[in-house]
């Protein structure tokens, strides 16, 4: 069984295109058109619906006239730990905030990209308590709940205002959504709350600063009561189609929309790549990972998957995607080498091949990492009685220890290269 491949995970680790420093901006543009459609999510932490879905919009639509930016994780430190504001409801904050507020800094930035010239309308995507009805139903479904709505302030902007008929638009994209339901009790609804007049609490929103400053402004509310994480985003993303649609952004996507698809488009956490030398594939990756070579100070993080992020605690760190903690990583402190080999060879079952480094190598039966002077191997979960270093040696599944697999299914190993105990980089081998 001499066949052998070797693949290396090409990432394009997302580019964050802005100047700001506190939030995530991803811009999808084309050169045709001003008009910009901005996707807010996350500025609630325990609402999952609206930024997962997000992530999925940066991640696989592609945009194809016009513009949509997207922020997915507004409120990251409260997402990490699913809360709905860490620091207070962060939607509160629009109108008037103290300077020494912890939110001070997202709320300022946020407001300068809404107020930017080229946002033609703005969503803001929540999950909401229950299924709004106009009548009362019992707890779950009646006037006071906000799941399942599209919500205006208020009726229409100034004349002339493009998508200024709030009430038309939000109208339209509810009798369209309504046309699409998983289940006939999930049917949407225009909520107005009429915040000018009626409502003090909402004076201090995200989509009311916007108003008033005559950017047409919605919120989109899932339901917190539907059965299912991908249940919450097939409605964000059906919402937000049927607003491209209004607005004639034309856009394609890698999926066709249905619960099933994006139960497994959610469960691809995507790659971790740390300092430009481990990348870690963080779908089925275990829950701990310990002696992960990093340097004590000034690591760099990069997601494939927007939501993305990581927490320190009590020297380790802890990997989120969204509200989910995907793994810890419990680190041990290397220099990182600034000047090593970016190609090393190694015999797969039988064949002698080159690798780059940080590459995922597959391999059936059994791999030997051909020894290279200056440079000490080390195989996690493979010990070695002789030798410092474990180059030139033949290791087979069943001679490394599963503790020590990066995956659930212990097929993945860690092969760390080192030079002059600088920590050089981290290749992978995959067990078919
Ligand atoms: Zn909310």
């Known amino acids: 069984m001499n066949t052998f491949i070797v693949k290396i995970i090409f990432i394009s680790l997302l580019l964050i295109t802005n100047a700001h420093t506190n939030i995530q901006l991803i811009k999808k543009e084309n050169s045709d058109s001003n008009t910009t459609l901005l996707i807010i999510a996350g500025v609630h932490g325990d609402e999952p619906g609206g930024y997962f879905a997000a992530s999925i919009l940066a991640t696989h639509y592609d945009i194809k006239s016009k513009n949509l930016w997207i922020v997915p994780n ?8 699913d809360s709905r504001g860490i620091y207070g409801d962060m939607n509160r904050k629009f109108s008037a905030i103290d300077k020494g507020d912890k939110d001070a800094n997202i709320i300022k930035e946020i407001k300068e990209i809404i107020l930017s010239k080229n946002v033609s309308l703005v969503l803001n995507l929540h999950d909401g308590h229950g299924f709004y009805r106009k009548e009362n139903h019992g707890k779950i479904f009646n006037p006071t709940a906000w799941g399942q709505t599209c919500v205006i302030d208020q009726c229409s902007l100034n004349q002339n205002q493009p998508f200024g008929n709030l009430n038309n638009i939000a109208s339209t994209v509810k009798n369209n959504m309504n046309k699409k339901l998983l289940e006939e ?10 915040t000018k007049f009626d409502d003090e609490e909402m004076q201090l929103s995200l989509t009311y600063f916007a108003v008033t400053n005559n950017k047409p402004a919605f919120a989109i509310e899932s339901s917190k009561n539907l059965s299912s994480l991908s249940q919450k985003v097939f409605y964000q993303l059906l919402a937000i189609e049927e607003f491209m649609n209004i607005m004639e952004i034309s856009y394609t996507k890698k999926f066709e929309l249905n619960e099933s698809n994006l139960g497994d488009i959610i469960k691809g956490y995507g790659i971790l790549g740390i300092n430009d030398n481990i990348l870690l594939n963080l779908s089925n990756i275990k829950k701990n ?27 380790k760190f802890i990997v989120y995607i969204g509200n989910k ?14 000047d090593y080999a970016k190609k090393f060879d190694a015999i797969i079952d039988g064949k002698t091949i080159s690798f780059d480094n940080t ?7 059994d791999f030997n990492i051909v020894e290279q002077a200056d440079y000490r191997v080390n195989v996690i979960g493979y010990t070695s009685v002789k030798k410092k270093s474990e180059s030139g040696i033949d290791i087979k599944l069943r001679d490394l220890n599963k503790r020590f697999s990066i995956d659930n299914n212990n097929k993945v190993y860690r092969v760390e290269f080192y030079k002059n105990d600088e920590f050089c980089f981290m290749s992978k081998i995959h067990f078919k």
């Open 185 to 194: 009790h999930h049917s949407f609804n225009v909520k107005n709350t009429k």
């Open 325 to 338: 903690s995907v793994t810890t990583l419990k680190p041990q402190f290397f220099k990182s080498a600034s």
């Open 289 to 315: 990972l310990s002696y992960i070579p990093i340097k004590s100070k000034g690591n760099v993080f990069k997601f494939s998957n927007p939501l993305g992020s990581i927490k320190s605690s009590n020297g």
């Open 359 to 365: 590459s995922e190598i597959f391999v059936f039966d």
């Open 74 to 81: 507004l409120n990251q430190k409260s997402i990490q730990e």
